[in-house]
């Protein structure tokens, strides 16, 4: 059964009430509940993170400044908004949503956090509206655990995972992998594992094209026994901050690609959302659902 991590906290609004860029996360759940691509049971809802697992990927002076409220103004800005308790309550939630996904995905081969995907967020610091990587976290709790030994983190997202790649720089066993716009944020890049940089107008073809070259090699190089995937649907030609040239179908071939490849080598995988930021919250939506149809279809 197909398991995807749901709490009412994912659409906690931000500060000053911008209530549109959380309101995707109410609304992704009830568009698979009402079309039949899920039900009920599907859903399940993750508890509070503990600080053993959020120390063993970020540094105990920024976790306690950030758990504190107590960041400077400076670090805020980076972050994006200003902190309030309940959304760094919302940011362990969700982190504890990608772990207990993890754990789905190994029983069941593909699982779902309906957020997730901050992977802005480095070891010592928050950016771009991610405060803790979730699925850093997750990667450290499974080796840790030892429920993984090689672990690969695709990630799609329209912008580079420049906290992932810090993170995990000196860990040869997660190899992380961003195919990102090369002319958008973060301006200053990490280095990842590998890092597709993509030209502004990128089409269909083109990203498919690179995405179909670049996973083989990665798989047979690293030989994971464990997948992350970061599916962003900020790559869409409508995203206002994109500046890509992805169609809804290009997009939804893109999560097929990276969703096969894991089935073809018999791989757990679990799938954080990330960014979408199209003006019409009908299309940020229908691009999320494609990424759950997909999975639902191969594993049916």
Not at 14 to 30: A, N, S, T, V
Not at 60 to 69: E, S, V
Not at 87 to 114: C, K, M, P, S
Request: glycine share 8%; charged share 20%.
């Amino acid at each position: 059964m197909l398991k995807i991590a749901f709490h009412p906290l994912y659409a906690h609004p931000l500060p000053d009430g911008h209530r549109f860029p959380m309101l995707k996360y109410e609304l992704i759940p009830q568009q698979l509940l009402f079309e039949g691509t899920i039900k009920p049971e599907n859903l399940f809802s993750p508890g509070i993170l503990s600080e053993e697992n959020i120390l063993n990927t970020h540094d105990i002076n920024y976790w306690q400044h950030l758990k504190n409220i107590t960041l400077s103004s400076k670090e805020q800005r980076r972050i994006g908004f200003p902190l309030s308790a309940k959304l760094v309550e919302r940011e362990i939630t969700i982190a504890q949503g990608t772990i207990d996904g993890a754990h789905y995905a190994l029983q069941n081969g593909i699982a779902f956090n309906i957020a997730g995907g901050t992977h802005h967020a480095g070891s010592n610091w928050g950016e771009g509206f991610c405060m803790l990587n979730d699925q850093a976290i997750a990667a450290n709790y499974m080796l840790t655990n030892g429920l993984a030994k090689r672990i690969l983190i695709i990630d799609l997202d329209v912008h580079q995972g420049n906290g992932t790649a810090q993170i995990f720089k000196n860990e040869n066993r997660v190899f992380t992998f961003s195919m990102h716009g090369d002319k958008n944020f973060p301006f200053k890049k990490e280095t990842s594992n590998l890092d597709i940089a993509l030209e502004d107008g990128t089409s269909d073809e083109q990203f498919l094209n690179k995405l179909n070259d670049a996973l083989p090699l990665i798989f047979k190089k690293h030989q994971p026994d464990f997948v992350f995937y970061l599916a962003g649907v900020d790559v869409l030609a409508t995203d206002k901050l994109g500046k890509l040239a992805l169609t809804q179908n290009g997009c939804k071939q893109r999560d097929k690609l990276v969703l096969e490849a894991c089935i073809k080598h018999q791989l757990g995988v679990q799938v954080s959302m990330g960014g979408g930021y199209s003006p019409d919250i009908k299309v940020i939506v229908d691009a999320h659902c494609n990424t759950f149809r997909v999975a639902e279809n191969l594993l049916s």
